[in-house]
């Protein structure tokens, strides 16, 4: 039965026609660029583009951290870039307003009924109008945020580098509870993965190796389970947790690897012990999970391995499955990946990388490259 699953996932995958054989992996550029490639309209289409950030003089390495946010609405893009603005994109690629706050983002934002909660790098979670730009509220964590917001009931939940949850009321941004862990002593990773919220329950996971449920209402600690040992740092459980329709949850250790755990009770049902792992994601029978110079994928309900890609001295940020095809950002470029077998079948390095997930809405994902350039892609169901 398993087996017939993931079959029938494969064959929808290949359905959207991404999974033809290619001989080599192109490397597309700037369509900005003079002289550079086109983008492959089998692939994918640039509808536009707008640049954001203003270069400056001798910056080594930008890095645009922060996944855009899409209204689903309006079609408005917010994006958080390094020079501490948030910015409206009207579709099209038009600016209509900006806003700004005081130091760098480390995630995206959310947008839910017309609101943008903005997690920022200044300690504050802001809440904006997405027509407008104006302030609803602000809240004042005091700690720099790490993560994209998750709107629960009444409630939007976002955490901080310091591992603090805290729930905040939608309404009037007073606070209403929040959950604290103290981090480890030795060295950790830099970031943190969001809260996944499921049933009443809230599940995240914290850079002193465990991973909690809490009541989403109270924030009272449902149950906690370690997925670090034999090591004094680097024991982050920092992937935004994931969770399919059988009630397993899915997580990464950094030294522990992947876990399948019983979303009820927090029981571990397998383990595939990999270090440097920070990202999953569940695609129906399959899970998916990338990070220090790899990309894998399993079967959710035994966590064997059914590939493996090798990205060499890359990281591989979270992936996004979308028409068909993994996306995957390494900092260089964006990989299209063939879910099948785990090969790469293009690459797009828009200018200076990619570091942020793309943000996928239906047939249309929306990329920050690390020069600060805002890309509206239109997604093909074609590969070559």
């Not at 409630?155 to 606070?175: I, M, N």
């Not at 009541?215 to 969770?243: C, H, N, R």
């Amino acid at each position: 039965m398993k087996r017939r699953a993931w079959k029938r996932w494969f064959g929808a995958a290949a359905a959207m026609g991404v999974l033809g054989a290619c001989s080599s992996v192109p490397l597309y550029g700037n369509p900005v660029t003079s002289g550079s490639h086109p983008s492959p309209s089998n692939y994918f289409e640039v509808d536009w583009w707008t640049p954001l950030v203003e270069p400056v003089t001798l910056e080594y390495g930008p890095r645009e951290l922060a996944t855009p946010a899409v209204d689903p609405d309006s079609g408005r893009v917010i994006t958080l870039t390094r020079d501490g603005f948030v910015r409206c994109v009207a579709p099209g690629g038009t600016l209509e307003w900006s806003f700004k706050t005081n130091n760098r983002f480390s995630a995206g934002a959310s947008v839910v009924d017309g609101i943008a909660y903005v997690p920022a790098g200044d300690g504050f979670l802001y809440a904006l109008e997405v027509r407008t730009g104006k302030l609803k509220w602000k809240y004042e964590a005091g700690e720099a945020l790490a993560t994209v917001p998750v709107k629960s009931g009444s409630l939007v939940l976002v955490a901080s580098e310091s591992d603090t949850l805290f729930a905040v009321k939608t309404d009037t941004g007073e606070w209403a509870w929040q959950y604290r862990r103290d981090p480890p002593s030795g060295f950790t990773i830099h970031g943190a993965g969001s809260p996944l919220v499921k049933d009443g329950s809230v599940y995240l996971g914290f850079s002193d190796g465990y991973l909690v449920a809490l009541d989403a209402d109270a924030g009272t600690e449902k149950w906690e389970k370690a997925l670090s040992s034999g090591a004094t740092q680097f024991l982050d459980v920092d992937s935004t947790p994931a969770i399919d329709e059988s009630g397993r949850l899915f997580v990464t250790s950094y030294q522990g690897g992947l876990y399948a755990l019983d979303a009820a009770t927090g029981d571990v049902q397998w383990n595939y012990a990999v270090s440097g792992l920070t990202s999953v994601l569940a695609a129906g029978e399959v899970v998916i999970a990338s990070g220090d110079g790899r990309l894998d994928a399993y079967l959710g309900d035994t966590g064997r391995l059914l590939w493996s890609m090798n990205l060499g001295e890359l990281a591989g940020r979270a992936p996004v499955l979308a028409r068909g095809m993994i996306l995957l950002a390494n900092q260089r470029a964006l990989l299209f990946v063939d879910p099948r077998t785990g090969k790469s079948r293009l690459a797009w390095n828009p200018g200076d990388g990619i570091s942020a997930p793309p943000r996928v809405l239906g047939s249309s994902a929306y990329v920050l490259s690390n020069n600060g350039y805002l890309y509206a892609l239109h997604l093909r169901g074609g590969g070559g």
